[in-house]
C-alpha cells in the first residue's frame, strides 16, 4: 500500500534551520506532484511550497525565500528544507502526493521558540 513517512520535525530557536523529509513507498513518487503544507493550532492548514513532476516550484509567500522544497525520484523521497525559522512558522507540517490520486503523509510537529 501507499506510505508517505514525514520525519525530520522538532524544536529549534528562531533563526534556526530544519529539514523535513516525505519518504514514500508502494507508489510511482516520479509521477506524482509533491507538496508541503503546514496547520497551526487554532487555524486552517494551508500551502507552503510544491515541486512537480517536472521540477517546478512553488511557495506561499510567508515562505518564501526561506523554505525550499526538493525532491530525490531515485530515492522516492521529497524535501522542505526550513532555513530562517520564525515563532509563526510552528505548526505540525503534512507533506501531500497528488497525481491521479491524492495521499497524505502523517503530520510532523515544528516549534520554533523566541
Known amino acids: 500500500q501507499v506510505q508517505l513517512v514525514v520525519s525530520g520535525g522538532g524544536l529549534v530557536q528562531a533563526g534556526g534551520s530544519l529539514k523535513l523529509s516525505c519518504t514514500t513507498s508502494g507508489i510511482t513518487f516520479s509521477r506524482m506532484s509533491m507538496l508541503w503544507y503546514r496547520q497551526a493550532p487554532g487555524k486552517q492548514r494551508e500551502f507552503v511550497a510544491e515541486?512537480?513532476?517536472?521540477?517546478?516550484?512553488s511557495y506561499a509567500n510567508s515562505v518564501k525565500g526561506r523554505f525550499t522544497i526538493a525532491r530525490d525520484n531515485a530515492k522516492n523521497t521529497g524535501y522542505l528544507q526550513m532555513n530562517s525559522l520564525k515563532p509563526e512558522d510552528t505548526a505540525v507540517y503534512y507533506c501531500r502526493l497528488l497525481g491521479l490520486d491524492d495521499y497524505w503523509g502523517q503530520g510532523v510537529q515544528v516549534t520554533v521558540s523566541s
Open positions: 515541486t512537480t513532476t517536472s521540477g517546478d516550484t
